[in-house]
């Protein structure tokens, strides 16, 4: 696979993500917007779970079958117990 390629497979919001987690771990942002800042994030997160709602095709989900939500239900189990799992042995549970 090229580079050119590979680029193109990574979402630019998670690329943003990534830039500013390390600007926040550098000290750049200062910790009065944290506030404001953690405000308009849950408004974004928000707003494109929306997006992503209001754009799906009910009548494809329905002739897909159940496969695809077993499999969101196996991959959301997985995910929220690997992450209570490293919660619960880090401490921060």
Not at 13 to 40: M, R, T, Y
């Amino acid at each position: 696979m090229s580079p050119r390629r590979a680029v193109k497979l990574v979402p630019w919001f998670l690329i943003g993500f990534v830039l500013v987690a390390a600007v926040n771990s550098c000290g750049i942002i200062p910790a009065g917007a944290h506030s404001s800042l953690e405000h308009s994030s849950v408004f974004l997160v928000s707003v494109a779970l929306s997006a992503i709602g209001l754009s799906t095709n009910v009548a494809a989900l329905r002739k897909a079958g159940a496969r695809p939500l077993i499999l969101g239900a196996v991959l959301w189990t997985t995910v929220a117990t690997a992450s209570l799992g490293l919660q619960a042995l880090t401490g921060t549970l």
